[in-house]
């Protein structure tokens, strides 16, 4: 990890103990092993990132990975930070960290049909793309949807859809800065915006998973989702700590369409109040 990254990551860590000492009684969901292993997490970070990336092969346009246990490649944007893979290795890889998508709870299941929402480069969808029945890779950002196109063109099962998720059909706007990325009314890159339930529900394919990552967007795209949710009850795996999202009208939200949904919060955000991740599951 370079100075810039360490530097970085201290700062988060110490805004987020300060956060916890403050807040403590508020944080009722974070474990104090789980914050000492978050404030640790820096020195473990290349440790476990290494044990799973094999081998990288830089190109012009991108960069191949190879991951550990996996014989095809991942594409990477070469444009892009390589640290950013590294981040989302360790979430993806490590599941004690509070951005890993698969808890004993909401594991994808052999025979699932999964969603991936903000797909971004695929590494989710890449690691359990043989136990799935079908994979939606759902990505509006130019620079993702080629490289997916590449890692999954011999996965028939695995299909990448070039849009948005949100509440209701329209066109808009995505301004992105590295793997960070915002829909906006003005300005960046042009989108086609889509709902969950036009996509799947109204063309009766049945979803047994949904991963989110959206960057702020999480809570549109469930109401974009309300007819799938209350027929399929799937599992859901969704990002809640980013600017302008809470986790609470999303938890009352899925609640309320299906209320048999058990809910697990994990982590802190560096926003007081906001877990990491909230995990839903029947």
């Excluded at 996965?155 to 301004?175: K, M, T, W, Y």
Aim: aromatic share 12%; charged share 25%; proline share 5%.
């Amino acid at each position: 990890m370079n100075a810039r990254a360490i530097i970085t990551n201290l700062y988060r860590r110490l805004k987020v103990i300060l956060l916890y000492i403050k807040y403590k009684k508020q944080y009722t969901w974070v474990r104090f092993a789980e914050l000492v292993y978050y404030l640790g997490y820096p020195v473990l970070y290349l440790f476990k990132v290494r044990q799973h990336i094999a081998k990288l092969q830089p190109g012009k346009a991108y960069t191949k990975v190879f991951f550990s246990n996996h014989r095809d490649p991942l594409y990477w944007p070469a444009d892009l930070d390589i640290w950013s893979l590294f981040d989302v290795s360790a979430e993806i890889f490590d599941p004690r960290n509070w951005h890993h998508y698969e808890v004993p709870e909401t594991q994808v299941a052999p025979g699932d049909v999964v969603l991936d929402c903000g797909a971004a480069e695929g590494l989710f969808s890449f690691t359990i793309k043989d136990k799935a029945k079908a994979v939606y890779l759902i990505e509006p950002i130019e620079r993702f949807i080629g490289v997916l196109r590449k890692t999954f063109a011999d996965d028939p099962h695995c299909h990448v859809l070039p849009i948005a998720v949100g509440n209701q059909p329209s066109e808009g706007f995505i301004r992105h800065d590295g793997k960070n990325s915002r829909i906006s009314t003005t300005g960046g890159e042009r989108i086609t915006i889509d709902t969950i339930d036009r996509l799947f529900h109204d063309k009766g394919i049945a979803v047994n998973y949904i991963k989110a990552d959206l960057e702020g967007y999480e809570l549109m795209m469930l109401l974009g989702a309300v007819q799938t949710i209350k027929k399929n009850k799937p599992k859901i795996a969704i990002t809640t700590y980013h600017s302008g999202q809470d986790h609470l009208p999303i938890i009352r939200l899925v609640k309320q369409l299906v209320p048999g949904y058990k809910v697990r919060m994990k982590g802190m955000g560096e926003t007081m109040g906001k877990p990491i991740m909230c995990h839903f599951w029947v």
